[in-house]
């Protein structure tokens, strides 16, 4: 089964460093591309940026660019989201998705999801 | 960035009822479009990839249609468990972007 687990429930302080991860089984970790979705309580999803774990190169969307990190190792088949500053407005659920594509077309989508990561920054 | 609109933002229906939602993308985006379904406290489900391809699994009362700009998703007869979320997003772009939502419930 095609899948991506990921870390469990954080609770920090403004200020603080905080690195979650996404590990993926069920299938060749390296030749699909692994996205980071934000969703801010009550509201939806906001697409922050990939990585492509077979070379580690990532783009952002310009909202979350220089705020926060991804990086992947796929000795491990994990993708990691990091802050290295947490602010409270980064309170969020952050899903980790995979991108699946036809090579024929070049049409491309995201599954599956994991279960999500709940962040909360509160002093 | 491609910016995504929905309408409505939400919707009371009643089981059986059939549902259309619309999404509107700032450019064209051919048919790289995809609809998804979150539930309370769940992960984003995908339904419709490539804007009218049904993602295996899931029941044939949901079909998507529309190329270009304009993009539809129909859910033909309303079951109980369709009351959630649903969201359209552009895979066109290298930024991905998602409409901001369409909530079904119950009327």
């Known amino acids: 089964e095609v899948q991506l687990v990921q870390s469990g429930a954080e609770v920090k302080k403004p200020g603080e460093s905080l690195r979650i991860s996404c590990k993926g089984s069920g299938y060749s970790f390296t030749s699909y591309w692994i996205s980071w979705v934000r969703q801010m309580p009550g509201k939806g999803l906001e697409w922050m940026g990939r990585?492509?774990?077979?070379?580690?190169?990532?783009n952002y969307s310009p909202s979350f660019q220089g705020h926060v990190t991804i990086s992947a190792d796929k000795s491990i088949s994990t993708a990691y989201l990091q802050w290295s500053s947490l602010k409270a407005s980064d309170t969020a659920m952050y899903y980790c998705a995979r991108r699946s594509i036809d090579f024929l077309t070049a049409y491309n989508w995201f599954d599956p999801w994991g279960q999500g990561t709940l962040v909360t920054v509160s002093s | 960035d491609i910016q995504m609109t929905q309408s409505p933002s939400s919707l009371s229906a009643s089981v059986g009822d059939r549902v259309t939602i619309t999404c509107r993308a700032s450019?064209?985006?051919?048919?790289?479009l995809n609809w998804y379904q979150q539930k309370p406290g769940k992960a984003p489900k995908l339904l419709i990839y490539?804007?009218?391809s049904l993602q295996s699994g899931v029941p044939s009362r949901f079909s998507g249609s529309g190329s270009g700009t304009d993009f539809t998703l129909t859910i033909s007869s309303l079951q109980p468990e369709d009351f959630a979320t649903y969201y359209c997003q552009q895979s066109y772009s290298t930024s991905r972007t998602f409409g901001p939502g369409t909530k079904v419930d119950i009327k």
């Open positions: 450019q064209s985006i051919s048919s790289y």
């Open positions: 990585i492509d774990p077979s070379d580690s190169y990532t």
């Open positions: 490539a804007a009218s």
